[in-house]
Nanobody, 118 residues
Framework: VQLQAYGGGLVQAGGSLRLSCAAS????????LAWFRQAPGKERQLVTS???????YYADSVKGRFTISRDNAKNTVYLQMNGLKPEDSAVYYC?????????????WGQGTQVTVSS
């Protein structure tokens, strides 16, 4: 699976962005998908994930503000980010794993920069 993330940019605090991650390869619907982020000097952290059955998980820091969704027909996973805060600024990465064979996210996109100004 190859992943291509896009949609980042510069936005003011309180604004919104939608990230997209397009996947190539087979059996996209069988993969669990996630968005991670990494700010300068910090470790990469899991922001949100979505299972094969579209069950979402959210980190506490983004609950109620971010929404993950997937469109298996388009081989794409989305991250709708509302109410953005300066602390959301980071490089955002999409990732995928096959739950049948791995507990780790083995496939990664190249990252897209999100910058939230105060």
């Amino acid at each position: 699976v190859q992943l291509q993330a896009y949609g980042g940019g510069l936005v003011q605090a309180g604004g919104s962005l939608r990230l997209s991650c397009a996947a190539s390869g087979r059996a996209f619907s069988g993969y669990a998908l996630a968005w991670f982020r990494q700010a300068p000097g910090k470790e990469r952290q899991l922001v949100t994930s979505i299972s094969r059955s579209s069950t979402p998980y959210y980190a506490d820091s983004v609950k109620g503000r971010f929404t993950i969704s997937r469109d298996n027909a388009k081989n794409t996973v989305y991250l709708q980010m509302n109410g953005l805060k300066p602390e959301d600024s980071a490089v955002y990465y999409c990732a995928a794993r096959n739950p049948a064979s791995s507990i780790r996210y083995d496939y990664w996109g190249q990252g897209t920069q999100v910058t939230v100004s105060s």
